[in-house]
């Protein structure tokens, strides 16, 4: 199965919320944003006007002013040569065939580390940093083939979502 994929300054914003908000992270960030929430809603009118400024900054960090300086930052990488070339991920039998700009890599099925599908997209995951992301818009119609095919490859814990 072949997919070319042109990723958006959306893609690479979904896929950095997705990475701040897995795991312990993403669960210190609920908690914390709740516990100032609820302070505040329980507690205004025995704080202070200082008080209530902080806890309701605390409250917007992981809730407006993380994901928005996320967005910022994948429009400034949306814009590099590297994303705006269109990538070619070629999901066969053997491997995965990787193409830009006229460079091609073979990538084996057991050097693919993992694969999260995600609601928007796909990420090949080569290692504990390095991915490839593929829309699932991309993906389309061929989702549940596609999917047939990973479940061939991959053991099942090396996928998710899938």
Known sequence: MKFEVRLGTVDLWRFSMYHVNKGIQGIFNLLFTAAAILTLVFAWDQLSGGYIAFLAMCALIFSVWQPFLLYLKSRKQAQTAGIREPLTLEFGEENVKVSQAGQEMEL????????????????????RIHAYLLPVETVGNDM????ALLRARLPKERLRGL
Do not use: C, L, N
Not at 108 to 127: E, F, G, L, N, S
């Open 108 to 127: 084996p099925w057991d050097q693919v580390a993992k694969i999260v599908k995600t609601r928007h997209m796909v990420i090949v995951y080569t290692d």
């Open 144 to 147: 549940e083939k596609f999917s």
